[in-house]
C-alpha cells in the first residue's frame, strides 16, 4: 500500500449505532487530519494530529472521537450520529515544518450515511 | 485570519477550451500556496504548488504563478480536456502555523467534448 488508505470507502448507519473510521498513512508523515466535506460547504478541518498528540480540535461535537494510537494510524469513532453528519469524511496527513509547505496528502475518503 | 477566495462555480467548457480558474488569497508572513483537485468519488490530489513569490507551480498542462504584488494564484490550462473534469481547490499554508491548509470553497469543472 502506498499513500493515504481509508477503510471503509462507503459506511451506512442508523443514528444509535456506534461505527470506526481507519486511516493508515505510509509515507512517513508526522501530522494527520480528518476533514469533512459535506455538499454545498467548504471543507471542514475537524482534527489535528501531530506526533500523536491532538493539536487542533474545531469545536466538533463530542458524538465524534478521534484516536491516534501512533504516527502511521488514525482513527474516528461515531456514535449517535445525527443524519445531517452525512457526509465524505477525508483524511490527510504532512510533514510539518519541511520545505513543501505543509503540503497535505489525502485519502479517498469515507462516504458516510446516517439515517 | 488567513483566507482563500476562489471564482465560483460551475465552470462548463468544451474541449480544447482555455481554462483560468481565480485564486485570491489574504494571509500573514509568507504562506506556500497550492492547487488540490477533487475528481468524482475521490479525495482531494495535489495538482501543483508554489512556495515562495514568482514561483511557477505546474503540472499535466496546469500552471499557476505565485504573485505577492496581487496576491493571486490563479490556475491555467491552455487546452482541457473531458478528463479534467473535477473540483479544483485553491489553498494556502501559513508558515506561522504549520499544520493549516486554508481552503477555498471549490470551483466544479465540466469539460464537454
Known amino acids: 500500500e502506498t499513500g493515504v488508505t481509508q477503510t471503509p470507502r462507503h459506511l451506512v448507519m442508523g443514528m444509535t449505532n456506534k461505527k470506526s473510521l481507519k486511516c493508515e498513512q505510509h509515507l512517513g508523515h508526522n501530522a494527520m487530519y480528518w476533514y469533512k466535506q459535506s455538499a454545498k460547504k467548504p471543507l471542514e478541518l475537524m482534527f489535528v494530529?501531530?506526533?500523536?498528540?491532538?493539536?487542533e480540535n474545531n469545536s466538533v461535537p463530542s458524538r465524534f472521537s478521534p484516536e491516534c494510537p501512533n504516527s502511521s494510524h488514525l482513527f474516528l469513532h461515531l456514535h449517535t450520529l445525527q443524519p445531517e453528519d452525512s457526509a465524505l469524511y477525508l483524511c490527510a496527513s504532512s510533514q510539518p515544518g519541511g520545505r513543501s509547505g505543509n503540503e497535505q496528502f489525502f485519502g479517498p475518503g469515507t462516504r458516510l450515511t446516517v439515517l | 485570519g488567513d483566507s482563500v477566495t476562489q471564482m465560483e462555480g460551475p465552470v462548463t467548457l468544451s474541449e480544447e477550451a482555455f481554462l483560468t480558474i481565480n485564486c485570491t488569497y489574504t494571509?500573514?508572513?509568507?504562506?506556500?500556496l497550492f492547487w488540490y483537485v477533487q475528481y468524482p468519488g475521490e479525495g482531494l490530489q495535489l495538482l501543483l504548488k508554489a512556495t515562495k513569490a514568482d514561483d511557477k507551480g505546474s503540472n499535466k498542462g496546469f500552471e499557476a504563478t505565485y504573485r505577492k504584488e496581487t496576491t493571486s494564484f490563479h490556475l491555467e490550462k491552455g487546452s482541457v480536456q473531458v478528463s479534467d473534469s473535477a473540483v479544483y481547490f485553491c489553498a494556502l499554508s501559513d508558515g506561522g502555523s504549520n499544520y493549516k491548509l486554508t481552503f477555498g470553497k471549490g470551483t466544479l469543472l465540466t469539460v464537454n467534448p
Open positions: 494571509a500573514t508572513g509568507y504562506p506556500s
Open positions: 494530529y501531530s506526533l500523536e498528540e491532538r493539536v
